[in-house]
């Protein structure tokens, strides 16, 4: 069974930085895209930030050159680099991958990771 196990959400002040971390267990089928999302209170889920198997990496706007993405594939691990934080950073941080079984491509979510960014 998938599972994603997200980690190095917390409290940080404004303009400080975290490192997100996902690491995906239970498949030895390949990973294909690996992403962030993010959903603050009352609000929708939101794309943060994507990566695909061969390193391609795509932001939204807000955080471009605030955030990097990155993934290590020998560890099935995706990382979320956030720097120069924001109080409107402040969600709960969702990894997402999608895995491909070679007739089928399944996504999974993880757990979830509260980032709190105060002013």
């Known amino acids: 069974q998938v599972q994603l196990v997200e980690s190095g959400g917390g409290l940080v002040q404004a303009g400080g930085s975290l490192i997100l971390s996902c690491v995906a267990s239970?498949?030895?089928?390949?990973?294909?895209?690996m992403g962030w999302y993010r959903q603050a209170p009352g609000k929708q889920r939101d794309l943060v930030a994507t990566?695909?198997?061969?390193?391609?990496?795509s932001y939204e706007d807000s955080v471009k050159g605030r955030f990097t993405i990155s993934r290590d594939n020998a560890k099935n691990t995706v990382y979320l680099q956030m720097e120069y934080l924001k109080p409107e950073d402040t969600a709960v941080y969702y990894c997402n991958v999608d895995i491909d079984t070679g007739s089928r491509i399944y996504a999974y979510w993880g757990q979830g990771t509260q980032v709190t960014v105060s002013s």
């Open positions: 239970g498949t030895s089928f390949r990973i294909n895209n």
């Open positions: 990566i695909t198997s061969g390193g391609r990496t």
